[in-house]
Every structure is written in C-alpha cells, then in structure tokens.
C-alpha cells in the first residue's frame, strides 16, 4: 500500500525566504505526482503536475522535482510571500499495487510566511 | 471559466437525519470523485465514477451512498450521519485516471 509522507508538517519564514518542502512515498511505480494548495476551509487547487517520466516542473515561482526511483519529490518555492501561506499537499497516482490507480495523499504542510 | 462546483459550502444536519451533497462539473470530465478530509488529516477517497461505472472504496462504509445521474452532477448521499461523520467533503475531477484532478471548494458537514 502506497504511503505519502511530508516533511516538515509546519514551517514559518519570513517574507522573502526561498523555501523547500519535501515529499516521500514508499512504492515507485507510480504514474504522476501533484502538488496541490489548500486554503483554511477551501478545496485544492492543483499547482504542478509531474508525471513519472519527467524530472521537474516549474511554474512561476514554484519548480517541483520528482526522483521516482528514491521516492522523492520536493517544492520550491521562491522569494516566498505572505500570500502563500496555505497547507501544501502532495499526492502520488500509483501504478501498481493495492493501491493501483489511486491518488495517495500526504499529510500536508502548513506553511506560513510572515511579513 | 470551466470548474467544480460543490453545494451547499456549509451542511449542517442532524444525527441520524439523512443529507445529501452535490458536485457539479463544467469540464465534461469522465472521472468525478469523493474524497472525505478530517481536521489536519488527508484526503480520503470514498469512491469515483469512470463514466457511469461506480468504485467503491473498500473501508468506506455502508452509510455512505452515491448517484450519478449524467455526466456534469454527482451527489454524495450519507443515510445516517454519525458524529464521526462530520469533515469536509471534497469532489474532484479528472480526463481519464492520469490527468490531473480538478477539485471544488468542498462542502463542511457539521452534525448536531
């Protein structure tokens, strides 16, 4: 069974500060993985998508890296800003196993930048 | 713009009394999902629809049903809401398996 873990849960920097957060999932054979933000009392909203070809994305500030065969994928998010304070999620489609086809998610990361 | 839209934002209903939830899609997306997320805790699936075909989720319980009555609505009926119950509720949709999924704002279920 497919687990997702995410380190560190919370993390608080001050405005400015280029960041990582991190990422691990147990199984490899997956197909993508995606980082998605979640806003206090709020859905997901699906920042970066890499699938398990591909090494990295980028999108504005935000580039995500993804190792498939050591299990890792971080975010980076530079020059952070108070207006990406949200918790940080990521998710794995697996390819094969119990878990096959399905989104596994992580726990997520609380990140608050403050002014 | 093209989106997943869930209604009501916020349920509040009362134990025991049954509820229904509403997802609605304007993508023609294929694939609409249920996840269920506690307080500080992941996404959980419940179940998805791959066009008309239902998958259930093996430890979802028998208390929580789903109807998908055409391409763009998907509801989340739960018969007999238990205190454990209460979480917000997320829909979600994607083109096939492996495109990304799109989620809506969710709906916050609070039971009395």
């Known amino acids: 069974k497919q687990e997702v873990t995410q380190i560190p849960a919370a993390l608080s920097v001050p405005e400015g500060e280029n960041l990582v957060l991190n990422c691990s999932f147990t199984?490899?054979?997956?197909?993508?993985l995606q980082w998605f933000r979640q806003d206090p009392g709020k859905g997901l909203t699906s920042l970066l998508l890499?699938?398990?070809?591909?090494r990295e994305q980028t999108s504005g500030r935000l580039n995500a890296s993804l190792d498939k065969s050591s299990g890792r994928s971080t975010l980076y998010i530079a020059a952070s800003q108070p207006g990406d304070s949200a918790t940080y999620l990521c998710?794995?489609?697996?390819?094969?196993?119990?878990?096959?086809?399905?989104?596994?998610f992580g726990q997520g990361t609380i990140l608050t930048v403050h002014p | 713009d093209a989106m997943v839209i869930q209604n009501p934002r916020y349920q509040v209903t009362q134990f025991g009394k049954p509820v229904t939830l509403s997802c609605s899609q304007t993508?023609?997306?294929?694939?609409m999902y249920w996840y269920q997320q506690k307080s500080s805790q992941a996404p959980k699936l419940l179940f998805h629809?791959?066009?008309?075909?239902?998958?259930n989720e093996a430890d979802t319980p028998d208390n929580f049903q789903s109807r998908r009555p055409n391409t763009s609505f998907c509801f989340l009926d739960i018969r007999s809401p238990g205190l454990g119950d209460a979480a917000m509720y997320l829909c979600?949709?994607?083109?096939?398996?492996?495109?990304?999924?799109?989620f809506g704002d969710g709906t916050r279920l609070s039971i009395l």
């Open positions: 890499i699938q398990s070809s591909q």
């Open positions: 199984d490899s054979a997956i197909y993508n």
């Open positions: 998710a794995v489609k697996s390819a094969g196993g119990t878990s096959y086809g399905k989104l596994t």
């Open positions: 979600a949709t994607s083109r096939g398996s492996y495109q990304p999924q799109h």
């Open positions: 993508l023609n997306h294929n694939v």
């Open positions: 629809y791959y066009d008309k075909d239902f998958n």
